[in-house]
């Protein structure tokens, strides 16, 4: 069993029997907090990412990328061999290195801010780096579709937000293949096929034809799915201030997955039989 947003969606309205417009609009915020309390729980190889990069010669920061959230490992290439940075707080490096126009092969970073690492001894050189790190996968809510339209009055632009006329849907337009083909974020409820979108920003108008069947999946839907659906089911059936008793169901159930998904991540993933034999646990 796996998920696409799609056959997701689906499940969480039939699992709560609610179809009704404002649940439903809601319905890729409990799939994205279900898919946030994995990311912040389990320690998945699937959240992690490398990145390279090159230090500039008298600069002491370097770009933190957009999707970042935390650090396994920084490394700069020097002479030809790899040398690992130890990340320290920003007032140690200020005070190992209080003049920034000094400069040398770098040996520390911190986290300066949002947007940039700081490097100490400021570099005195371009170096190649490797950043390993932690991050937030794209969520299935963020799965496409293609939409073709025709009767087009107008034009579309990337910045439009599409409504449907007779649906109510509303999506994100994401990629414009043609005049009349898109590329859009699937829409918790869907585009209705002769009706008429208007897009937010351009005013332009044209009619449904035809949507691709949504294939998309992530690891998570795919590898996880008992997680996404209760995960998806509780905050779901919170935001409709259900009974405590299906609640603590869901709950259970959402937990009893996790705990699954916690084996697989840190007892099995990261290891081998060979090194370590097989995962034991003490019996009861």
């Known amino acids: 069993m796996s998920y696409t947003y799609t056959t997701l969606r689906n499940a969480i309205k039939d699992y709560t029997e609610n179809s009704e417009p404002t649940f439903v609009n809601h319905i890729p915020e409990y799939i994205k907090s279900a898919e946030e309390r994995m990311l912040k729980s389990v320690d998945l190889e699937v959240f992690r990412k490398n990145v390279t990069g090159t230090t500039t010669s008298s600069n002491q920061f370097l770009a933190v990328p957009d999707d970042y959230l935390a650090s396994f490992s920084l490394s700069i290439t020097n002479s030809g061999s790899k040398v690992f940075l130890l990340q320290k707080d920003v007032n140690y490096l200020q005070q190992f290195n209080p003049n920034p126009s000094t400069t040398g092969t ?3 970073y911190a986290i300066f801010d949002f947007n940039n690492f700081l490097l100490a001894p400021t570099p005195d050189a371009s170096y190649s780096a490797e950043l390993h790190y932690y991050y937030r996968p794209a969520s299935l809510t963020a799965s496409v579709t293609e939409l073709v339209v025709s009767s087009v009055s107008g034009t ?4 439009d937000v599409l409504t449907g006329g007779t649906s109510g849907a ?5 990629t414009i293949q043609t005049s009349t083909k898109f590329d ?3 829409p918790p409820i869907d585009f209705t096929v002769g009706e008429t979108l208007t897009g937010s920003s351009s005013g332009a108008t044209g009619v449904v034809v035809s949507t691709t069947v949504d294939s998309a999946q992530t690891w998570l839907s795919e590898n996880a799915p008992n997680a996404m659906l209760y995960g998806s089911l509780l905050e779901a059936y919170t935001f409709m201030k259900g009974e405590a008793d299906v609640m603590k169901l869901y709950n259970d159930r959402f937990l009893e997955s996790l705990s699954r ?5 840190e ?3 990261n290891s081998d039989a060979y ?4 995962p034991q646990r003490a019996r009861t």
């Open 261 to 265: 998904l916690k084996d697989y991540a």
């Open 184 to 186: 859009v974020v699937i």
């Open 275 to 278: 090194r370590r034999g097989l």
């Open 156 to 159: 579309f632009t990337t910045s």
């Open 106 to 108: 770098p040996k520390y």
């Open 267 to 269: 007892a099995r993933e």
């Open 170 to 174: 509303i999506s994100q337009l994401n």
